[in-house]
């Protein structure tokens, strides 16, 4: 017997980082929330590494910002360590990336989602889906509450059906011992959800009073630390380092000699893992001949002596991580405070939702997260925040959102969930992005504040402020194409002492400042800005204007792209009653069912063929329409 | 819908004596007038036809003599502007006027696409549609069929292999970007990518010579005639040409007509070496010799070697047989009408595992066995689609100039000091460029690489 626990808009289960943003979008979009969660005092726990960003990453972080998400704010706030990667290559691939400060991470998320209107938070276990005539209509938990809502999101990352495993040990869990979702996962079955189990994995903790770093390298943050929020003026300038040691042919011979101890090996372990963040058993296997590999000291927080020792995540029993650590730099004596393990879960096949992440056969149904077989903190949050969007949007009957591979790494990340599918747990890398030159770190606001504006995500004050800015930087780049310079002496030796050769006639502004050699700041000292600029108005305009070749030939090829996405494909098509396309591709374009020919296109097994085949139909319909 | 101009050629190719390479598009008038050196044919009615003159813009020399059809959309098939241009049958004419219509601008048609662009602008009607899916389904199936088969077995090893290297290279660059602090691996810096450019570029550019040299796909099987004086090699050219271009008499030496011909047989484009030619290679063994003889008939592809029935090996059948050694070679024993005076034993002894056939060329018999000798020797079984073969060809040798661009940018980049992860984009669009060749653009493989490659982590 149920009791009617109240009605909402949308409901989200789960509060991890793609829960969170989710719950804070929807309520932002003006519906009535309601967050469950397992444990209140794990809201955006990080089970894994405890670091935000890097590569790719954290430019998702930035994107989340500039649409009004809280993962760039909470973690500016909270960070132990600040660094800005890849400063020695292009602008698009330079990436920021910060050591979280892990239960401040959580006081800090709990402290906004709190503090969030429209937005209700329960601890509770949600076991069933309320689904009527098709539709999700509501969620029952294990103490017989039935909550009712327009709208439900599923975040539950990898606690269906979890299972965690050390050794020979293996028991039904959540990540760090919490509890395992068993019936939701049996339920979503039942529903007729496609599966798949997936594995990830977590090095041991060791205690930093054990930790010898005379013995290992220094790894500090940087001196002057950016951020990722466009809201943040703050630094925190008492930053904690991490420290590099390696492994070594000891280390790999007791891996080598309890190889069959393993659960990877011993057959145990049924799920698939990812690649980029293979175990050390994996490590040393494949790579034999590797004499040694990395591994990072990572303080969990500033009031935590626990060391998360990045780089040897294993499902080798514990004496086996024991012995490990003793042949390790620094780390003879050191004290496992929590052992490493392995984690299989299972996931839901993404190629079941619509980009909006909404589910193709239960309308009203949304999910978010790990859950459809990505991995990472970043690509979760920005998973959970187009969902809650479009939960929010389905409830209230207002605009959706649908990013596309010219405008985020977000877009990206969905397209290919959705579009290719995934057979191992999904990482963003920048070479997934075949526009990344324009899904810039820098960029992102330009990118992305107007949509978050009109979505009602981005606050007045905050849109006034970017609008003047990007106004600043319009401007200032029409100065720099129109001012002249003329190759006075002192303009020749500061080209010179940049190792420049010296001009031979006189040149605008903007041409000179495409020289390598030259940077915004060079150029300016000879024709001021009439206004005193932001250090980031500057470095938009230096970007611009210096990469702009390249940029415009990514813009071009994005063009192209639109064309075929801007081909839409009637929801009512019937794959089969179009002659001449491949089995293969029939049955593809049946299982993804793709909005636009763009997307068509982009599946494996559709080939130009029947690319062409389907716009010759589509035309078919429209001329069809006129007679 | 696409709004770039097409290009194909729209005859059979190397049957009949007139070409047509068609251009369909916006640009098609603009593109024509700016080769074309006759009537302004920007200003011209629609609907007529001008002789003129096509220059290669390369070269600044007439290339072709063509008569030129103006026909502005919508009264045309596409319903867009389409422009034909009339010239020679022959495969070299008619496949250099495509590449020099294609280098300003012009991009290669895709299978079907004429009559999809047709269909798309509203010229054939609704019941004709699924004709048009059915055309574009056989032709791309059979083009691409047909481009994997006959693409040279080399050629597509010696592209899988640049295509490794730039992605090694690519991968390279990637990794130090996804994980910058992975330290197993140095940074890519501009000198390594230079001095990989290069390589890459160098391949290419030897491969593009050797395309444009006219081998096999392109141009047709340099095809040497050779034998005895009135042996019957006019006769066979014929025979080939089932036309009488050639004077064909019973006295030797009156081979007197100059011309090259084209040829399909049964699928292989042979260029048949001139008639002036033959007449030389008749004597070519006792005036220079069999070693100096060898080496003229060296550039041949194929060489159809002709002995005479009615007569005893001589001396200088013998040395034919000297200078063809190590070349393709089919040997055709002519005028089996008359009373057998050569020694059969011995022809096959002398031919080792050539091809040897008999024929009556006068009386037209043997031709087909012939014809079936060439196709054997060159696609080892039957190969219906000439015509796709050379355009396929085309493709290429228009996706490797495309690559050479690519690689031309990067190069530019990186001495501009660009940063190595933008100089990649060109690099790693060269590989794509190269696997449209093979037929190989799954994105993924970048990512397998990464992690094949290298042991990451972090």
Not at chain 1, 251 to 266: E, P
Not at chain 1, 308 to 319: H, K, R
Not at chain 1, 380 to 395: D, E, P
């Amino acid at each position: 017997m149920t009791y009617d626990a109240g009605n909402y808009d949308v409901i989200v289960i789960g509060a991890g980082h793609a829960g969170c943003e989710a719950a804070i979008a929807s309520a932002k979009r003006g519906a009535k929330t309601l967050m469950l969660t397992l444990n209140l005092d794990m809201v955006a726990f990080m089970p894994c590494n405890p670091s935000v960003g890097g590569p790719a990453k954290g430019v998702v972080v930035r994107e989340i910002d500039a649409l009004g998400g809280v993962m760039g704010k909470v973690i500016d706030k909270t960070y132990i360590q600040m660094r800005m990667l890849n400063t020695g290559k292009g602008p698009a691939v330079r990436a920021l990336r910060a050591q979280a400060d892990k239960p401040l991470y959580i006081q800090e998320m709990k402290n906004i989602l709190e503090n969030q209107e429209n937005l209700t938070l329960r601890q509770g276990m949600v076991e069933k889906l309320i689904v009527e005539d098709g539709e999700c209509k509501g969620v029952i938990t294990e103490t017989k509450a039935a909550y009712r809502a327009k709208s439900v999101i599923i975040t539950t990352g990898t606690f269906m059906r979890g299972r965690v495993i050390i050794g020979d040990l293996s028991y039904e869990s959540g990540p760090n011992n919490q509890r395992a979702s068993v019936k939701l996962s049996e339920h979503l079955e039942e529903l007729g959800f496609d599966l798949v189990r997936f594995k990830t994995g977590t090095p041991p903790r060791v205690n930093s009073h054990t930790v010898d770093y005379s013995k290992t390298e220094i790894q500090p943050g940087d001196e002057r630390p950016s951020h990722f929020s466009y809201e943040t003026k703050e630094a925190i300038l008492d930053q904690i380092p991490c420290w590099l040691t390696y492994t070594n042919e000891f280390t790999h011979k007791i891996i080598d000699d309890n190889l069959g101890l393993s659960a990877m090996y011993s057959g145990m372990i049924k799920g698939t893992g990812p690649r980029y963040c293979p175990s050390i058993e994996d490590k040393v296997v494949r790579f034999h001949d590797k004499p040694r590999h990395q591994i990072f000291l990572e303080p969990e927080g500033r009031d935590t002596e626990e060391v998360y020792v990045q780089g040897l995540s294993t499902s080798l029993p514990e004496f086996v991580q024991r012995d490990m650590l003793r042949t390790i730099p620094g780390l003879e004596e050191a004290e496992i405070m929590r052992a490493g393990y392995a984690i299989e879960y299972d996931s839901v096949v993404p190629t079941q939702l619509w980009p909006t992440l909404e589910v193709k056969n239960i309308p009203g149904l949304f999910t978010a997260g790990q859950i459809n077989g990505t991995s990472g903190y970043e690509e979760a949050a920005g998973q959970g925040l187009i969902a809650g969007v479009n939960a929010a949007a389905s409830a209230l009957d207002i605009e959706k959102l649908i990013l596309d591979r010219s405008q985020a790494y977000i877009g990206v990340l969905i397209d290919d969930l959705v579009t290719k599918g995934t057979n191992e747990p999904y990482r963003l890398l920048t070479s997934r992005a075949e526009y990344r030159l324009l899904l810039r770190h820098d960029n992102a606001d330009i990118r992305l504040t107007d949509t978050g504006y009109k979505l009602g995500l981005i606050s007045e004050e905050r849109y006034q402020s970017y609008t003047e800015k990007n106004q600043q930087v319009e401007k200032e780049k029409k100065r720099l194409e129109k001012v002249v310079l003329k190759p006075a002496d002192e303009l020749q030796e500061m080209i010179t002492n940049n190792g420049g050769t010296p001009l031979k006639d006189a040149v605008k502004a903007a041409d000179l400042l495409k020289r390598p050699e030259m940077t915004y700041e060079l150029v300016a000292q000879f024709t001021p800005a009439e206004a005193t600029l932001d250090p980031e108005v500057k470095e938009q305009v230096e970007i611009q204007i210096k990469y702009q070749g390249y940029i415009d030939k990514s813009n071009q090829q994005v063009d192209k792209m639109k064309k075929m996405e801007d081909k839409k494909i009637p929801d009512n098509i019937d794959y089969d009653a179009i002659g001449g396309l491949a089995t293969e591709a029939r049955q593809k374009l049946k299982e993804v069912r793709p909005l636009s020919v763009g997307q068509a296109s982009r599946i494996s097994g559709v080939n130009p063929a029947d690319v062409s085949i389907l716009l010759v139909y589509i035309e078919q319909g429209k001329i069809a329409k006129v007679e | 819908m696409d709004t770039d101009t097409i290009a194909a050629i729209s005859t059979p190719i190397g049957e009949g004596a007139i070409a047509i390479v068609r251009l369909s598009g916006e640009e098609a008038v603009a593109i024509t007038s700016e080769l074309f050196d006759g009537k302004e044919l920007k200003e011209v009615e629609s609907h007529t036809i001008h002789y003129g003159k096509i220059i290669d813009p390369e070269t600044n020399e007439v290339a072709e003599e063509v008569m030129v059809t103006v026909m502005r959309g919508p009264k045309t098939f596409t319903r867009e502007d389409v422009v034909e241009i009339n010239c020679h049958g022959g495969l070299a004419s008619v496949n250099r006027l495509l590449n020099i219509v294609l280098s300003k601008g012009a991009r290669l048609a895709e299978p079907g696409e004429f009559t999809k662009r047709a269909f798309l602008n509203g010229r054939i009607d609704l019941s004709q549609a699924e004709a048009v899916m059915d055309l574009i389904r056989a032709k791309t199936d059979k083009a691409m069929n047909v481009a994997l088969k006959q693409m040279d077995g080399r050629l597509s090893k010696l592209i899988q292999k640049l295509r490794q290297e730039l992605l090694e290279t690519v991968a390279h660059v990637e990794v130090n970007i996804d994980y910058p602090e992975y330290d197993d691996v140095e940074e890519m810096s501009h000198d390594m990518m230079m001095t990989k450019t290069k390589e890459v570029y160098k391949e290419i550019e030897r491969l593009l010579q050797m395309a444009q040299q006219g081998k096999i796909l392109r141009e047709g099987l340099a095809t040497a005639i050779i034998g005895r004086p009135n042996v019957g090699k006019s006769s066979l050219l014929n025979a080939l040409v089932h036309e009488n271009k050639a004077i064909v008499t019973d006295i030797p030496g009156t081979t007197r007509d100059v011309i090259e011909e084209y040829v399909n047989v049964r699928g292989v484009p042979l260029r048949l070496v001139d008639t002036a030619g033959i007449r030389e290679t008749e004597d070519i063994v006792e005036k220079i010799g069999v070693e100096k003889s060898r080496q003229v008939l060296k550039e041949s592809d194929l060489v159809l070697l002709l002995l005479n029935y009615g007569e005893e090996l001589t001396e200088e059948d013998i040395n034919l047989f000297k200078a063809v050694e190590g070349l393709e070679v089919i040997v055709i024993v002519n005028k089996t009408d008359l009373e057998q005076k050569i020694d059969l034993d011995q022809v096959k002894e002398l031919a080792k595992d050539h091809g040897l056939v008999t024929t009556t060329l006068v009386e037209e018999k043997g031709i087909d066995e012939l014809e079936s000798a060439i196709a054997d020797t060159f696609f080892a079984g039957e190969l219906d689609a000439g015509d796709l073969t050379y355009i396929s060809n085309v493709r290429h040798i228009q996706l490797l100039k495309q690559s050479l661009t690519a690689l031309e940018e990067a190069m530019n980049g990186m001495e501009q000091g660009m940063p190595i992860d933008l100089v990649q984009i060109d690099v790693t669009r060269t590989w794509e460029l190269l696997g449209e060749i093979v037929g190989d653009t799954v994105h993924e493989s970048l990512i397998d690489q990464l992690f094949s490659q290298f042991c990451l982590g972090k």
